[in-house]
């Protein structure tokens, strides 16, 4: 399963989101009311989720929020821990 | 039928199904304890008798175990898990010390795998009326007693994160909402134990965790030992059942939240006083 697809899937399953895959936009904010809407919870189960299911560990805080902007960002930075 | 703590085991030394969800372990944090455990062993006329967790495994093989987390007083603890030598363990924890809950922690998942469930059980109280309350009887008992559940909390939690499971039960007390005088340092320890469960819950109550409180009251062995038979008759006169609880009435309720049945339960503050309050 393509990154993208199986990000979606673990957020809605893991975050306990009520809404589909296709409801999430590659591009969509995760956090704020332009977004998703998630919140500093939801964060913290991303990282544990990333590292759990991709074996991506973030660096720091600073990393994080680098990284979980949205599914894009999120999808490029396993993709390319993968390819290394 | 004995107990152990909030968890009780039948004849056959079996734990209630509902645990068995939690494949491994349950850290008891015992450093201090003056509550259910050492009240089991020391009235060991009060098991349980009512309750019903006989069961057997026969088609689970996995089973729960249970550590003991014992800074001191471990001979009364190891006489415990000594009767059930195939579940029950001690493991050395300073509650108070981050770096020892780690190792503590690291020592459970080798020997049984992820941690289902922490109960917080240890505490201790140095009375003293404030105007005469040295800094240091302050600090020791909002350290064992408040500090140390932050520490035990924290130091479970990337697993229960992990598993998206787990239960905490911390042990609060009656004096966090009854606050008595000469209890300055215990009562906020224990309201502080309050806030903390609840502030937990909401920020785990999305990944599976639970987090709860038990507020006991008085309990039968666990009294100061200076208190005197007439001291200890004026007070049960006081109560409105006119007893003190059983250690087997308190380990019911933290069974109880400690198990899957509990599961839409969290953020809650239990107190068990006879109706004290």
Known sequence: MPTRQRLKELMISELMLDMAADEIGDDTPLFGPAGIGLDSVDALQLVVMIEKHFGFKMADQDQAKRILQSVNTIAEAVDQKAAA | MRALDGLAFDGQMELHPALNIFRAAILVALAHAKRVIQQTLAHPELLPSSFSFCTNFSDEPETCRVFLGV??????????????????????????????????????????????????????????????????????????????????????????????????????????????AGQTNYSAAKAGVIGLTQSLAKESARMGITVNAVLPGYIEGGLPTD??????????????????????????????????????????????????L
């Open chain 2, 71 to 180: 800074r001191e007083r471990r001979e009364r603890a190891q006489e415990l898990a000594g009767r059930f030598p195939e579940r029950a363990a001690l493991i050395t924890l300073e509650i108070t010390s981050p770096e020892a809950w780690k190792t503590a922690l690291a020592e459970i998942e080798a020997q049984a795998g992820p941690l289902g469930v922490l109960i917080n059980n240890a505490g201790f109280h140095e009375d003293a009326l404030l105007a005469n309350m040295a800094q240091d009887q302050w600090s020791r008992v909002l350290d064992a007693n408040l500090n140390a559940v932050f520490h035990g909390c924290q130091a479970v939690l990337p697993g229960m994160m992990r598993e998206r499971k787990g239960r905490i039960v911390n042990i609060s007390s009656l004096s966090a909402i009854s606050s008595p």
């Open chain 2, 227 to 276: 208190w005197t038979p007439e001291h200890l008759k004026a007070l049960k006169m006081q109560l409105p059942m006119r007893r003190f609880a059983k250690p087997a009435e308190i380990a019911a309720a933290v069974f109880f939240l400690a198990s899957p049945d509990a599961s839409y339960i969290t953020g809650s503050s239990l107190k068990i006083d006879g109706g004290i």
